[in-house]
């Protein structure tokens, strides 16, 4: 694949074993296991533009063909959402079609280019050095002539998905609060109808502890102010009665949320 002669040197760049978008396209037609003939388009589109947002968050140098052949997948992706055209043989045409002519003549080009290098290197006698074990103990090796930098980067990726799924964001939880005001109020119109309440019922339906220690406050409240008296029953129930003092405006506003 040549150069665009216009695009400033400093924003060529040279991936290890690849050059450029058309190369990442055909590393996630092989990954997918998919015929380069019948792509399917949202999916590579997607998958493009993941490891284009993960290059950049590594501040790898994305170069203006990238981008452009991003634009170029959502172009296509959005084509295959409108109905299908016609050629003037009445036959659909498929918006996939220039995509996967230049992918087949990419990856021949490629394949010749290796052809040629393989020849070269064996015409200049250069040979790959001998499998290394990793100690004279082991009998295994490691051969890393499969890993691709998009390999690389697609599992740095799976990586920082699980550490961001294993190691979640703190939630904080602001604190409920709970006035003894509005609890003095809430009892007020509660014994307002005449009828005894029981204490410990009440208390003990509260939302919390908080909740339940601001009613009780407001309970020797009320006791305090003689606007409820308090009855204990045989079976230790106790009991509000509501008396018949009213209660004064200013007597509300000194009591202290």
Request: hydrophobic content about 45%; overall charge negative.
């Amino acid at each position: 694949m040549t150069e665009t002669a216009t695009l400033p040197a400093d924003w060529r760049v040279k991936l290890p074993a690849f050059e450029g978008p058309l190369d990442l396209l055909l590393h996630l037609v092989r990954i997918n296991e998919v015929e380069v003939t019948d792509i399917p388009v949202a999916l590579i589109c997607d998958q493009f533009q993941a490891y284009l947002g993960l290059m950049e968050e590594l501040n790898l140098d994305i170069a203006a063909e990238y981008v452009y052949e991003a634009a170029f997948l959502i172009h296509l992706k959005s084509k295959l959402l409108l109905p299908a055209t016609k050629d003037e043989h009445g036959e659909e045409e498929d918006p996939r079609e220039d995509l996967v002519e230049r992918l087949l003549e990419y990856r021949k080009l490629k394949n010749a280019a290796q052809s040629l290098a393989e020849i070269h290197g064996v015409r200049r006698g250069i040979w790959t050095r001998p499998e290394e074990k990793l100690s004279a103990g082991d009998e295994d090796t490691v051969d890393l002539s499969e890993v691709s930098l998009y390999d690389l980067l697609g599992a740095l990726k799976s990586v920082l998905v699980r550490y961001d799924r294993e190691h979640p964001p703190t939630l904080y939880l602001s604190a409920e609060s709970f006035a003894t005001r509005d609890q003095f109020e809430r009892l007020v119109d509660l014994l307002g109808a005449g009828r005894p309440v029981d204490l410990l019922d009440d208390l003990g339906g509260r939302s919390c502890r908080a909740e339940a220690i601001a009613a009780f406050l407001a309970v020797l409240e009320l006791s305090r102010l003689n606007l409820i008296r308090l009855h204990q029953t045989a079976n230790r129930q106790v009991l509000m009665y509501r008396t018949d003092r009213q209660l004064e405006a200013h007597e509300l506003e000194a009591i202290i949320g």
